[in-house]
Nanobody
Framework: QVQLVESGGGLVQAGASLRLSCAAS????????MAWFRQAGDQEREFVASLRWSDNNKFYSNSVRGRFTISRDNAKNTVHLQMNSLKPEDTAVYYC????????????????????WGQGTQVAVSS
């Protein structure tokens, strides 16, 4: 069974750091793309960051660029999201997503580009 499992969420104060992890099992994405999205309350799911596995190309939303870093662990088939200088507006459920396709930038930020999703992990940042 192919699945993505997120971990690392929690409750922190503004300015703190958290590291999220997404472990893929049942399939590798060595030619694909993995990404993080987030969803706060009843808002639309928002793109956070993506990583194209073939060339390690990374893409960030404007709201997190410079604070968040996406990285990969090839041996563990895992993607991480290091989140620094967290703000209350970063509060959301964070979802990992993956596809077997190596996405171009214009597609990597669209939820519809991904065909596999994790269950989500809650991140809450207090002021």
């Amino acid at each position: 069974q192919v699945q993505l499992v997120e971990s690392g969420g929690g409750l922190v104060q503004a300015g703190a750091s958290l590291r999220l992890s997404c472990a893929a099992s049942g399939r590798t994405f060595s030619r694909g793309t993995m990404a993080w999205f987030r969803q706060a309350g009843d808002q639309e799911r928002e793109f956070v960051a993506s990583l194209r596995w073939s060339d390690n190309n990374k893409f960030y939303s404007n709201s997190v660029r410079g604070r968040f870093t996406i990285s990969r662990d090839n041996a563990k088939n895992t993607v991480h999201l290091q989140m620094n200088s967290l703000k209350p507006e970063d509060t959301a459920v964070y979802y990992c997503a993956a596809t077997n396709r190596g996405l171009i930038l214009s597609s990597s930020g669209a939820p519809g580009s991904y065909d596999l999703w994790g269950q989500g992990t809650q991140v809450a940042v207090s002021s």
